[in-house]
């Protein structure tokens, strides 16, 4: 659930299996502007929002290659056929966490 953080002032995704309690507030929910929501959310892959700063490079064999090529994972990706038959992939991302670790 993506939603504002009133305690870090920010844009969050929540996982709602996380959420222990909720509260209806007596205040109007706050409407964020769309450019807002596409700079913050558009730009980072997956769940973890915000700007991206970082790019993962994927380097894919020839036989996968015509089938990662085809498929538009980010808006912003970069691709391009190499010389030996196989697929690179530019995707901009935010977080490195690994699933699992803390």
């Given at each position: 659930?993506d939603a504002?953080?009133?305690?870090?002032?920010a844009?969050?995704?929540?996982?709602?299996?996380?959420?222990?309690?909720?509260?209806?507030?007596?205040?109007?929910?706050v409407?964020?502007?769309?450019?807002?929501l596409?700079?913050?959310?558009?730009?980072a892959y997956?769940?973890?929002?915000?700007q991206?700063?970082?790019?993962?490079?994927l380097r894919?064999?020839?036989e996968?290659?015509?089938?990662?090529?085809?498929?538009?994972?980010h808006?912003?990706?970069?691709?391009k056929?190499?010389?030996d038959?196989?697929?690179?992939?530019?995707?901009?991302?935010?977080?490195?966490r690994?699933?699992?670790s803390s």
């Amino acid at each position: 659930m993506d939603a504002w953080d009133d305690g870090k002032a920010a844009l969050r995704c929540f996982a709602i299996d996380r959420i222990l309690r909720a509260t209806q507030l007596e205040q109007k929910a706050v409407d964020v502007a769309d450019v807002e929501l596409d700079a913050h959310y558009a730009s980072a892959y997956g769940i973890f929002g915000g700007q991206a700063d970082k790019i993962a490079v994927l380097r894919f064999t020839r036989e996968r290659a015509r089938w990662v090529a085809d498929e538009v994972w980010h808006p912003e990706q970069q691709g391009k056929q190499l010389e030996d038959g196989s697929y690179e992939l530019r995707i901009p991302y935010r977080d490195s966490r690994v699933r699992g670790s803390s």
